[in-house]
C-alpha cells in the first residue's frame, strides 16, 4: 500500500523552468522522507494539492527535460 507523505513541514523551491516574473510556478520539495517527490502549482493552487512521485520516476522525468526528450 502505498501512502501519500506528510507534506506539511516540506520545504518547497521553485523549479528553475519557472519563470521569473511569477508565471509558470512549479514548486518541488526534495526532502521528503521515504524516496518521494511532490510537485505543485504555486501560482493557481498555493498550498494545494500535489502530484507525488517516487524519486526514481522524477529522475527519469528530469533527465528526459533536461536532454530535450519532453
Known amino acids: 500500500m502505498i501512502t501519500t507523505p506528510d507534506l506539511s513541514t516540506a520545504a518547497w523551491r521553485k523549479s528553475s ?36 512521485f517516487r524519486a526514481a520516476g522524477w529522475a527519469h522525468f528530469v533527465t528526459a527535460v533536461r536532454n530535450g526528450a519532453l
Open 17 to 52: 523552468y519557472s519563470n521569473g516574473d511569477g508565471g509558470d510556478c512549479v514548486e518541488v520539495a526534495d526532502d521528503c522522507p521515504g524516496g518521494f517527490i511532490p510537485v505543485r502549482d504555486s501560482k493557481t493552487a498555493p498550498g494545494g494539492p500535489a502530484l507525488v
